[in-house]
C-alpha cells in the first residue's frame, strides 16, 4: 500500500512540473499564445500520445566514431525507448543520431518518441503508475530532483560512467546532475546566456554596432537611444524585458552576482537574493527598465523573442539555443555580445537538457545495457561536434571548446567567452521557482507594487519550495 502512495505522489510531483519555461526550452519557430508576464494557469490538453517515431534505415551512413562499449554487453535483438520534447531541429538530429548508432550496433533499435512540450511532463508522469514509458529520457537539469525524488530515474552505473573521469571531461556546471555522489544524468551540450540586437536599430540609433556594451550602464544608454514611442505608445522596446523567457534566469543567477550577491546557499537550503543589498539594487535595475527608464513594455508584442523578430526590441537576453532561430527567422542584419559586467564582476546563467535511464529500463538487464551504449554515444565528442552547429548549443565536454570550429565563429564566441563564469542554478522545481519572479516582476511593473517588497515575497515563496523539498530528504 506504501509503494502504490508513492508511485502516485510521484506522478503528482511530475505533473506539477509543467512550465511554460522559456527558461530551459529553445524558444519555438512559432512561439506560444501567452501574454508576456502572465502565461494562461490552464493545464495543457491531452490528445492522444503520438506515435513513436522509428528512425528510417541508413542509406550508406556515415561511419561515426564509435562510443565507448559499456561494460556490460547489450543483449540482441533488444529495443529500448527515447522521449524528448519535440523541437523540429532537435527531433530531425536525433533521428540521424539513431540511424548512425543503430549501423554501428545492428542488436538495437531505437524507437525516438516526442511529445510538444506543453504536455511533456503530464505524459511522463502518466507513465509512472503504468510502467510504461521510455528507457532513456532527456530532461532539463532544473528538473532532476523531483524525478529523482519520485523514484523515475536510476544512478548511472560507475563502471561504466566513472565519476572521477566524468569530471574531468565534462564542464563544471554539468555536476550540479550528482545527487549523493552519484551522476544520474548527462548532456550533449550546454548553454549560457548573452545579447541579441539588431544591427540596424542599433545603427539608425547612432551607435556603433561593432561596440559591445561594457557594463549595465552602457546597456541602459543604448536602449533608451533605441526605444521609440509614438502617439504614447512604445513601438520599439531598447529592451524588452521577458521574465517568462529567459530574464528570470538574468536576475537569479547573474544580477544577483553581479551587484555583490549569492543567490543560495551552499547546501542549497537557503534562499538569498535579498540578503545583501546588492540583491535589492539588481532588482530595482531590472524593474527600474520598465518603470522608470521605460525601455520595455510588456504588452509590446506577445514575448520578448516575438518582439526581437518584429523589430520591436533592439536587445533581448537569450541563449545559444536561439541562434538557429535567428538564422532562420530574422530578416535584418543581427549579432550577439556577451552578458556584461556588473560593479562586482561578470557572472553567466547555465543550463542544459539531459539524459537520463530510467529505472524501467534498469529492471531489465538487456535495456540497460542497450541504454548504456545509447546515452554514451548520445553523449560522446563525436555526437557533440554534430550536435553545436545542428542546434546551437555549446558541446558538453571542456576539450571541444576550444576547438577552432566553435572559438571562431562569432555568434558563438560571445557565449563561449563567459562560460568559464557561468553558474547552474539548483532548483527543487523549476517552473514554481520562474512563477516567484514573474509574479514579483508583474506586481510592480503592473500594479506598483514596491519592489523591495515584491522581492521579499518572491524569497519568501521560493524559500517554501526549498523547505517543503528538503523535508522530503530527513
Request: with cysteine.
Amino acid at each position: 500500500m506504501k509503494r502504490v502512495l508513492f508511485v502516485c505522489a510521484a506522478a503528482l510531483m511530475l505533473i506539477a512540473l509543467i512550465s511554460a519555461c522559456a527558461a530551459p526550452t529553445p524558444e519555438p519557430t512559432k512561439p506560444p499564445a501567452p501574454a508576456p508576464t502572465q502565461p494562461p494557469a490552464a493545464a495543457p490538453t491531452q490528445p492522444p500520445a503520438p506515435a513513436p517515431t522509428k528512425a528510417p534505415e541508413p542509406t550508406k551512413a556515415p561511419e561515426p566514431t564509435k562510443a565507448p562499449v559499456p561494460t556490460t554487453a547489450a543483449a540482441a535483438p533488444v529495443e529500448i525507448e527515447y522521449w524528448q520534447y519535440f523541437y523540429e531541429s532537435k527531433k530531425n538530429l536525433v533521428d540521424q543520431l539513431i540511424t548512425d548508432f543503430q549501423k554501428e550496433n545492428p542488436g538495437i533499435t531505437v524507437v525516438h518518441t516526442t511529445f510538444p512540450y506543453e504536455q511533456y511532463n503530464d505524459k511522463v508522469a502518466a507513465s509512472v503508475p503504468a510502467g510504461r514509458g521510455p528507457d532513456v529520457i532527456n530532461l532539463y537539469y532544473g528538473w532532476l530532483p523531483l524525478y529523482i525524488n519520485s523514484g523515475y530515474l536510476a544512478p548511472l552505473p560507475e563502471k561504466d560512467f566513472p565519476v572521477a573521469q566524468l569530471e574531468k571531461d565534462f564542464i563544471p556546471m554539468v555536476q550540479i546532475a550528482k545527487v549523493d555522489g552519484k551522476y544520474y544524468a548527462l548532456p550533449t551540450a550546454v548553454r549560457d546566456l548573452a545579447i541579441f540586437y539588431n544591427k540596424d536599430l542599433w545603427t539608425k540609433a547612432g551607435l556603433d554596432p561593432n561596440t559591445a556594451p561594457k557594463n549595465w550602464d552602457d546597456m541602459l544608454n543604448a536602449a533608451q537611444k533605441m526605444t521609440k514611442v509614438e502617439g504614447g505608445k512604445m513601438t520599439v522596446a531598447g529592451w524588452r524585458i521577458d521574465m517568462t523567457n529567459q530574464d528570470h534566469n538574468l536576475y537569479r543567477e547573474i544580477l544577483v552576482r553581479e551587484y555583490g550577491g549569492i543567490p543560495q546557499t551552499d547546501d542549497h537550503k537557503k534562499i538569498q537574493w535579498n540578503t545583501t543589498p546588492g540583491g535589492y539594487e539588481a532588482w530595482q535595475f531590472l524593474t527600474d527598465l520598465t518603470t522608470k527608464y521605460k525601455v520595455s513594455d510588456p504588452t509590446l508584442a506577445q514575448d520578448g523573442p516575438t518582439a526581437w523578430l518584429a523589430q520591436q526590441a533592439g536587445m533581448m537576453v537569450s541563449g545559444s539555443f536561439y541562434l538557429g532561430t535567428a538564422k532562420s527567422n530574422a530578416k535584418f542584419n543581427w549579432g550577439v555580445f556577451p552578458i556584461p559586467a556588473g560593479p562586482k564582476g561578470q557572472a553567466n546563467m547555465g543550463s542544459f537538457w539531459t539524459h537520463g535511464i530510467t529505472t524501467k529500463a534498469a529492471k531489465d538487464p538487456a535495456k540497460l545495457a542497450a541504454s548504456i551504449k545509447f546515452l554514451q554515444y548520445l553523449t560522446s565528442a563525436a555526437t557533440m561536434k554534430k550536435w553545436t552547429p545542428a542546434i546551437g548549443e555549446l558541446p558538453a565536454r571542456a576539450e571541444l571548446l576550444k576547438d577552432p570550429l566553435f572559438a571562431n565563429d562569432p555568434n558563438l564566441a560571445p557565449f563561449i567567452q563567459t562560460l568559464p563564469v557561468a553558474q547552474a542554478t539548483y532548483f527543487v522545481d523549476e517552473a514554481a521557482d520562474r512563477k516567484t519572479l514573474v509574479d514579483a516582476y508583474d506586481s510592480v511593473v503592473l500594479t506598483g507594487t514596491d519592489p523591495k517588497k515584491a522581492l521579499d515575497t518572491a524569497v519568501q515563496q521560493a524559500q517554501k519550495l526549498f523547505d517543503d523539498y528538503w523535508a522530503t530528504k530527513k
